[in-house]
Nanobody
Framework: QVQLVESGGGLVQPGGSLRLSCAASGIIFSINAMGWYRQAPGKQRELVATIGSGGTTTYADSVKGRFTISRDNAKNTVYLQMNSLKPEDTAVYYC???????????????WGQGTLVTVSS
């Protein structure tokens, strides 16, 4: 079965830390780029961070310096370490595998179910 399953969300105080995990199955994980998105109440879904199959990372300006995306290919898992959390980081966080076209074949994008992060006193 092809799926992404997020975990690690919860309630944390401002300034605190949280680590999200996304476990992938049914794909050759090591050759896939992966990403984290989030959607806050009343807002559009936005890209938070990406990591390529070779380890190259990108970050939204709003989280740069505070969040770190990483991957463990042996565990088929991508992580999002979130430090110095702010109330505006409150959102549902989603794991994503982008679509790809390789050798004339289209591999569709994948989404996890989401995990809620609430930053509040």
């Amino acid at each position: 079965q092809v799926q992404l399953v997020e975990s690690g969300g919860g309630l944390v105080q401002p300034g605190g830390s949280l680590r999200l995990s996304c476990a992938a199955s049914g794909i050759i994980f090591s050759i896939n780029a992966m990403g984290w998105y989030r959607q806050a109440p009343g807002k559009q879904r936005e890209l938070v961070a990406t990591i390529g199959s070779g380890g190259t990372t990108t970050y939204a300006d709003s989280v740069k310096g505070r969040f770190t995306i990483s991957r463990d290919n042996a565990k088929n898992t991508v992580y999002l370490q979130m430090n110095s959390l702010k109330p505006e980081d409150t959102a549902v966080y989603y794991c994503n595998r982008p679509r790809a076209i390789v050798g004339g074949h289209l591999y569709p994008e994948l989404w996890g179910q989401g995990t809620l992060v609430t930053v509040s006193s």
